[in-house]
């Protein structure tokens, strides 16, 4: 069965940063890319970020290009997100989320629990 | 950026129901839109893929259909537990964009 399991948000200050975890299990994850998506409270889907499944191509929305850096391990099967420079308007649910066939980023299949990140003074 | 545009943005239904959904792009995207279902305080479940392909365990009640611009999620004999949020999303282009939600609401 896969599972995502999403973790490290919190309340931070503006301009500070937070690390979010992903550990997955189920599937051989070395072989798929994998995504992370959020929701900022009561609004829609936003993609944020893509990895393949090397780590070698790595993609960003324009929204978080050159503050947010996505990386993976994939000796310990888990996916992060290091958010530096954070702003009132990151605030959101941050899920992420593996894509369907190995070899695409997209569409996503499984998606983590997910995990809040607040930014606020 | 590609844009996708739903309707409507909110639809309060009675079970056993006929829903349509439909999401509309601002450029053509062949067929690489798919559906996500959102209960409340869940996470995105996928519902369709590629605009008509059925996934593994989804109820059959669950349709799309649509090519180009205009697809259209089709829920037959609506379900209490139908009640969520719906969102399309397109592969097409970078970046990958989502529609901005449909609510359903289960009188």
């Known amino acids: 069965e896969v599972q995502l399991l999403g973790s490290g948000g919190g309340l931070v200050q503006p301009g500070g940063s937070l690390r979010l975890s992903c550990a997955a299990s189920g599937f051989t994850f070395s072989s798929y890319a994998m995504s992370w998506v959020r929701q900022a409270p009561g609004k829609g889907l936003e993609w944020v970020s893509g990895?393949?499944?090397?780590?070698?191509?790595?993609y960003y929305a324009d929204s978080v290009k050159g503050r947010f850096t996505i990386s993976r391990d994939n000796s310990k099967n888990t996916l992060y997100l290091q958010m530096n420079s954070l702003r009132v308007e990151d605030t959101a649910v941050y899920y992420c989320a593996k894509a369907l066939h190995s070899g695409t980023f997209y569409p996503f299949d499984y998606w983590g629990q997910g995990t809040l990140v607040t930014v606020s003074s | 950026e590609i844009v996708l545009t739903q309707s409507p943005d909110f639809q309060s239904v009675t079970p056993k129901e006929k829903v349509t959904i439909t999401c509309r792009a601002s450029q053509s995207i062949g067929s690489s839109l798919h559906w996500y279902q959102q209960k409340p305080d869940q996470s995105p479940k996928f519902l369709i893929k590629?605009?008509?392909q059925s996934i593994s365990g989804v109820p059959s009640r669950f349709s799309g259909s649509g090519s180009g611009t205009d697809f259209t999620l089709t829920i037959n004999s609506l379900e209490a537990e139908d009640a969520a949020a719906y969102y399309c999303h397109q592969s097409s282009s970078f970046p990958v964009s989502f529609g901005q939600g449909t609510r359903l609401e289960i009188k």
């Open positions: 590629y605009a008509s």
């Open positions: 990895i393949s499944g090397s780590g070698d191509s790595t």
